[in-house]
């Protein structure tokens, strides 16, 4: 049996030493990258070879790779890397790892070509100045052979370690059983579907209400997937914290129920979450935790490795034992474990850690979406980028050294862009070229500045300098999909000030390619509907498979009940106040218990909150406010006793409603008092016609299928389980619609009063 890795892999693995250290990063985009390979490649002469296809052996170890180029006529074969800065200030360990690369492919290409000796170059291309530097040494083909040979076999005894785990991990997920005696309603069909899908090569879309056990259910046919289909990974996506932990306790589960079972899992949080030195720069000069981290990883991966669930906890009680960061000691686990816990952006981010390996080291990878109705927005967030003039004018009034005159001229282009705008906010239909210029002028000087400051730069440089990042990384790949928007307000002195944004609005484009690139990927909600809306914003490959569960929950649970006798359009909100809370309070007399109260904004639910404690101070309630922390979010829930009563009010879109459980008496009953449209705004009003221009459905793609998707998830917290009874009131005429009626789940029997 042999173990196959990449050239890169390989001398990541071995050759990495010393000191964590981020200095000379963010380096160029990956696009940059490729434009910078391509240029180097197109001054070489005429035979110049690039992307050499190569490949050896060593023992049991496969090694094989492309390298960049080889000029037989030199007999010179070239590592090319891009980069901005100063070059000299590159850490030494980086340099090593590049040379330790070229020396791989240097042995690959002299045993493939019998040659006795060759010329190994590092190529660096400044991608500002297009300046080329050239490292160079000669190589005899008997010191490459060693030099593979040391490497090859540090790596094979780990290698054969993984090699073991993973027979013993698919042996004992073949014999694998469901952890429980039984399947819920409608869990074992959404189980099948999901080993189908994978099986077959497709990614699939499912909707299936809460309380069919969806985790568990999408998670344990991959599993038993793995070995058959040849799993790399499995990676479980989730929008928040309490879907991390609900695919961690599944994990739990499965383990529980086969203790025997060779499976390692990991969970990913995000770096502020895991850093234990808030503020330090991310190098040995900064960080104790980055110093030596290369050399103390091999001891902590090893420990890490004799723990079959790694949530957050265990890895940064591993990092703390071996001295090394706990972020980055997850993102190096992350290449070993068989399930991966994670948010969604490890994958769809245009920077994705998961989306990356997968690509580099060839990964045949399942995913599951959990929420999936989350990725529509979650993607547009990540694929946009603002920039706010009045952070460049802070920065104007004490410049950095030696950035005083980028700064002006990035200021002088801004201005250019919004001093003849009229409106306080337009959209135009290209970018602007001067001004991008002149802002990765800047943001190349801060590069210097991050490379030549071992303490760190001020937060507000950082700040400026990441957003600035961002906004150039998404102007290479802005097309229709997107809108750049300037928004203007006037300043001290009537100075106008400009904010601009490269706003995502189909995120298709790039969340596609991500989907087509896994074995399988599964979204699940219990809103996903209408099918083609989520298809046509996602970029779902054109022979998706969709599967409606069944739900297990019947008519008779729910009592819905439509209130068309009042409005709650915003010119009507306060003739709606009394209306609401006479429904409250009715409903509350006639079956006192625990019940949520749902509002479009802090300043409605507020308005009612307080008409409803003057007219009945006998009904105890609570409210959400905003901005609360983790600390107050749990009091809140708290507050659903079981047998309590009361009514808690919160913001539909919010917090509380989705991804909370409250079984049984905990919670009996929602008042719904919005249909949850997104506010009429010149943004949403350019997203509407974004939207009509590229699916002719501008209303609905904006308005209607988000709103009524949080009002479904909102409802969704009444019935938990199959024992469980409640009442929602759905209040505005317009759930009366029939339009709006047909987006309701098919279980629903709305009664319209």
């Known amino acids: 049996m042999s173990y196959r890795v990449a050239v890169r892999a390989l001398c990541e693995f071995t050759a990495k030493v010393g000191d964590l250290d981020l200095r000379f990063t963010p380096s160029p985009t990956a696009q940059e990258g490729i434009a910078g390979h391509r240029r180097v490649v197109a001054r070489r002469a005429p035979g110049y070879e690039a992307e050499v296809a190569l490949e050896g052996h060593f023992a049991s170890l496969h090694v094989c790779g492309r390298a960049d180029g080889y000029d037989p006529a030199a007999n010179r074969l070239e590592e090319i890397k891009t980069h901005r800065g100063d070059l000299s200030r590159q850490p030494d360990n980086h340099r090593q790892l590049h040379w330790a690369q070229a020396r791989i492919y240097g042995w690959l290409l002299c045993q493939q070509r019998s040659l006795e000796a060759i010329n190994l170059a590092l190529v660096y291309l400044d991608v500002d100045s297009e300046q080329e530097t050239l490292v160079e040494a000669r190589h005899s083909a008997a010191e490459l052979e060693q030099f593979f040979n040391r490497h090859c076999e540090v790596f094979l005894h780990w290698a054969e370690q993984q090699m073991q785990r993973q027979a013993l991990r698919n042996s004992g997920l073949q014999a694998l059983t469901f952890p429980h005696a039984a399947f819920r309603r409608g869990q074992r069909e959404l189980a099948e579907t999901v080993y189908k899908a994978v099986s077959t090569g497709r990614c699939l879309m499912a909707q299936a209400t809460t309380g069919i056990g969806k985790t568990l259910g999408t998670l344990f046919p991959l599993l038993k997937a793995m070995a058959p289909q040849q799993l790399d990974k499995v990676l479980f996506l989730t929008a928040k914290t309490p879907g991390r932990a609900l695919a961690l306790d599944a994990v739990q589960q499965v383990m529980r129920h086969s203790p025997q079972l060779v499976l390692r899992s990991l969970e990913l949080v995000a770096r502020d979450k895991a850093c234990e030195y808030p503020g330090s720069a991310c190098h040995g000069e900064g960080c104790p935790l980055a110093k030596g981290f290369y050399d103390r990883l091999p001891a902590a991966r090893e420990a890490a490795m004799h723990i079959a669930v790694l949530d957050k906890a265990q890895v940064r009680e591993v990092a703390l034992t071996h001295q090394v960061c706990p972020y980055y000691l997850g993102q190096e686990l992350a290449r070993w474990v068989d399930v991966v816990v994670a948010d969604y952006n ?213 009592q819905v009940r439509v209130i068309r006798s009042v409005s709650t359009r915003y010119q009507h909100r306060q003739a709606s106040l009394a209306p609401i809370v006479a429904l409250i309070a009715e409903q509350y007399a006639a079956q006192p218990g625990n019940y949520l109260a749902f509002f479009s904004s802090f300043d409605y639910l507020q308005q009612v909150a307080q008409l409803l404690a003057q007219a009945h101070p006998q009904i105890v309630q609570w409210s959400q406010t905003s901005g609360m922390d983790e600390a107050q979010r749990e009091a809140f829930l708290a507050r659903f006793a079981e047998g309590g009563s009361g009514v808690g009010f919160a913001v539909l879109g919010g917090a509380f409603a989705e991804g909370v459980d409250l079984p049984g008496s905990r919670l009996i009953g929602a008042f719904v008092a919005t249909l949850g449209l997104p506010q009429v705004n010149p943004v949403n009003e350019q997203l509407k016609q974004r939207m009509a221009r590229l699916f002719s ?49 098919a279980w629903w029997a709305p009664q319209n009063k």
């Open 346 to 558: 490890y994958y769809f981010d245009q920077t994705a850690l998961l989306f990356g390996l997968a690509q580099t080291q060839q990964w045949r990878l399942a995913v599951l979406v959990d929420e999936a109705h989350n990725l529509v927005d979650r993607a547009r967030q990540m694929y946009s980028a603002s920039l706010d003039q009045w952070q460049l004018q802070a920065l104007r009034k004490a410049p950095p050294a030696g950035m005083a005159s980028a700064l002006q001229t990035l200021n002088r282009q801004w201005n250019a862009l919004h001093k003849e705008q009229s409106a306080p906010y337009c959209v135009a239909s290209e970018l602007p070229q001067a001004f991008l210029k002149a802002l990765q002028r800047c943001v190349g000087l801060i590069q210097d500045k991050m490379n030549q400051t071992p303490e760190g730069l001020e937060p507000e440089l950082m700040q400026f300098f990441f957003s600035a990042v961002q906004f150039i990384r998404l102007s290479e790949v802005f097309d229709e999909h997107f809108l750049f928007d300037i928004s203007k307000r006037e300043g001290a002195g009537r100075r106008s000030m400009a904010t601009l944004c490269l706003r995502n609005v189909v995120p298709a484009p790039l969340v596609g390619p991500r989907l087509a690139a896994a074995r399988s990927v599964t979204l699940f909600s219990a809103t996903l509907s209408p099918r083609r809306y989520y298809a046509d914003l996602l970029g779902m490959p054109a022979d998706h498979a969709w599967l409606e569960v069944d739900s297990p929950f019947s008519a008779e649970q729910l």
């Open 697 to 745: 459905a501008g209303f609905d793609y904006t308005y209607l299928y988000p709103g009524v998707q949080k009002v479904i998830q909102a409802a969704g917290r009444v019935i938990r389980g199959t024992e469980d009874r409640g009442t929602l009131l759905l209040i505005d005429d317009r759930f009366a619609e029939a339009k709006v009626q047909g987006l309701f789940p």
